[in-house]
Nanobody, 119 residues
Framework: QVQLVESGGGLVQAGDSLRLSCVAS????????MGWFRQAPGKEREFVAA????????LYAESAKGRFTISRDNAKNTVYLQMNSLKPVDTAVYYC????????????WGQGTQVTVSS
């Protein structure tokens, strides 16, 4: 099992920045990829970004390109999501997830952290 704990959410104004963190523990070797997803009220959960633990390869959703940056600190088993120029449409619960890079399947999920962007 892999345990994931997110932090860093909050209430900000449009244009502000936030950095989310996700600390992984447990059988972390069972996942070679970490992803960030988000779910806004009344909407489906959507992919935001992913990173490969070893190679550092990254993937982004179109909505995240240019404003969000995913990174990792292998020594701390921590993945980050730096979010800049936040917009009200970014308001959602943000989840980190552990899975497999090749299949894009994610089996481990954190509890989520709320991000609210006011206009």
């Amino acid at each position: 099992q892999v345990q994931l704990v997110e932090s860093g959410g909050g209430l900000v104004q449009a244009g502000d920045s936030l950095r989310l963190s996700c600390v992984a523990s447990g059988r972390t070797f069972s996942s070679d990829a970490m992803g960030w997803f988000r779910q806004a009220p009344g909407k489906e959960r959507e992919f935001v970004a992913a990173i490969h633990w070893s190679t550092g390869s990254m993937l982004y959703a179109e909505s995240a390109k240019g404003r969000f940056t995913i990174s990792r600190d292998n020594a701390k088993n921590t993945v980050y999501l730096q979010m800049n120029s936040l917009k009200p449409v970014d308001t959602a619960v943000y989840y980190c997830a552990g899975g497999r890079w090749s299949s894009r399947q994610y089996n481990y999920w954190g509890q989520g952290t709320q991000v609210t962007v006011s206009s």
